[in-house]
DNA sequence: AATATTTATCGTAATATTGCGATGTATTTA
DNA sequence: TAAATACATCGCAATATTACGATAAATATT
């Protein structure tokens, strides 16, 4: 099938599991990274620095985008895109909820 | 293609993104929730808990072994499979360096 | 207005993921 | 040893992801 049946799991699991996707690309990890450095960049700046195609890289921006963790305003031909520091702590707390569930204490193995 | 282009990026951003597509489907977020609840469980309990067929678990199960996340102890007829603390506190470390690489104050938009 | 620059979107090919029935394998119990 | 129990693996169908060339859209420059 390769649809996930979402309607099995709480919504908390299932925003979990969409955010984490949006990490699971390295091309991902990298804009972020590189967002965190240059604190904005544009997709021009992207295509030099990471190496893949223009389109590819706007894909990319749109899946980042669309989780809301980061934003773009547009900067005369070019657009700015930075970190959303809101929704950036919103999605470390949603991480950060499900790592300190486990007390590391309590290994059972 | 949906091959993803490895070689570009540092071998930090690979393995983040390897893990975070491990977290990127609820049922396996629904596994370590109910993983660090039980502090153990086996395969038939998922099969109960989450309505999902038991090779569908199985699956989940193995990704979640593939990257070292937990671990399954042979228990008679059944499988024991627990969270690897050691492990854990990698994969805490790894996100935790991505979040805290962003200075919350240095907001630009 | 015409051209250049920059990003977004479309369409497509290659590959990956998800889910599950069927079957295999290993251990326990009768 | 035979049957039962529990998990793993195989094979397949449906869908999703990744990458990129081509092209569209929007602004800037001449």
Redesign the interface.
Known sequence: MGV???D???EK??E???V??V????????I??FL?QS??CINGDLVQE???AQATISQHLRELKEIGII?G?IEGVSV?Y????IR??E??NL?QE??S??P?I????
Chains 1, 2 share one sequence.
Do not use: M
Request: net charge positive; charged share 15%.
């Open positions: 996930t049946k979402t099995l799991f709480t699991q299932n979990l599991a969409k984490a996707k990490f699971a690309h390295p091309a991902r990890v990298a972020l990274e965190i604190n904005s990471l190496g893949l934003k305003s700015n930075c970190i959303d520091p950036w702590a999605i470390q991480f499900l790592f569930g486990f590391k309590s290994g059972c193995c």
